[in-house]
């Protein structure tokens, strides 16, 4: 089958040596995938990362270096992708290497067109960076003119705005690589978000969600199935509570009335449910796959995971 991966940010680890060990336990799963004949595209978030960029070069210009101009948020994002993929082709590489499996791995840098009146640039939900208490997030808030929110249990964070990916800038070349036989890694942290001023492409300040943009390459490059890598195994309505329930195969129809009744949280879940319809709905035979990085080869083989499809 032809897969597209979307790796969780969050999966890559906090730090530069978290996210070198983290690549090769992601890497093992992937050469699965890949050693089975399946051709894949990864995709990856990059949330902490990109946070952790954007901090850094912040601390510089205002602190260190006070005539050290300032890096928009865009710049961070395609320095994010840079890294991560780095880490990510070379780990896949070794990998392959190890199991005798000779196929190239190449990083596309790549950029993605946003409409520049998306609602989400007057409402930013995207959490990125570290992890916080709620009384550093209110520092944060107070000094940096910062927005910030709690995250799904795990902490305060800081947002952005995230508006919805409209096209993929280098998708010809994701196809040609991918058609070459090579394992492809794109569209990382969404995609740097670009809007169009004739034949220019300007940056803007966002971060794109990686699993919206997962979404739209799969559905550009013709892909069998969206494979939607997260924290849980299965997907579960009433998260947490006495009558929680696992999701196994569900329908299209079944998803969208699960999302409406609120079960999913929103900037954790819900998003990677609602990209996981809309590529099950983008045509006939295709469907999609939420599950963790080391199920993935048993959810394609229908053990676990949950899987949506159109029914």
Not at 237 to 266: M, R, V
């Amino acid at each position: 089958m032809r897969i597209v991966i979307a790796l969780g940010g969050n999966a890559l680890g906090n730090t530069l040596t978290e996210q070198m060990t983290a690549v090769k336990h992601t890497a093992s799963a992937i050469a699965d995938l890949i050693e089975q004949g399946h051709k894949v595209i990864v995709s990856h978030g990059n949330g902490p990362q990109v946070g952790m960029i954007h901090h850094a070069v912040n601390e510089l210009t205002h602190v260190v270096e006070q005539d050290f101009p300032v890096i928009p948020l865009s710049v961070c994002v395609a320095m994010s992708q840079s890294y991560i993929g780095y880490d990510l082709q070379n780990a896949l590489r070794e990998e392959l290497l190890n199991r005798s499996i000779l196929k190239p791995c190449a990083t596309v840098i790549t950029q993605v067109i946003v409409d520049p009146n998306d609602i989400a640039f007057k409402k930013p939900s995207k959490p990125i960076g570290r992890f916080m208490s709620e009384e550093e997030a209110k520092k944060l808030a107070d000094e940096k003119g910062y927005q910030m929110m709690e995250d799904a249990g795990r902490g305060w964070r800081r947002v952005v705005a995230s508006p919805k990916p409209k096209a993929i800038v280098e998708i010809e070349t994701v196809r040609s690589l991918l058609q070459a036989g090579q394992v492809v890694i794109a569209g990382g942290g969404g995609g740097i978000p670009v809007i169009e001023e004739g034949n220019h492409l300007k940056g803007t300040s966002a971060v794109i969600d990686k699993d919206f943009c997962s979404c739209l390459m799969a559905e550009l490059v013709d892909a069998d199935l969206l494979i939607i890598l997260t924290a849980v195994e299965k997907c579960a309505i009433n998260f947490g509570k006495p009558n929680q329930e696992w999701l196994d195969n569900i329908t299209i129809s079944q998803a969208k009335e699960y999302c409406k009744q609120g079960h999913f949280a929103t900037g954790s879940m819900l998003p990677k449910v609602e990209a996981a319809i809309k590529f099950a709905e983008s045509a006939k035979g295709r469907k999609s796959l939420i599950t963790l990085l080391e199920k993935a080869k048993d959810g394609i083989e229908g053990k676990t995971g949950t899987v949506i499809y159109n029914a």
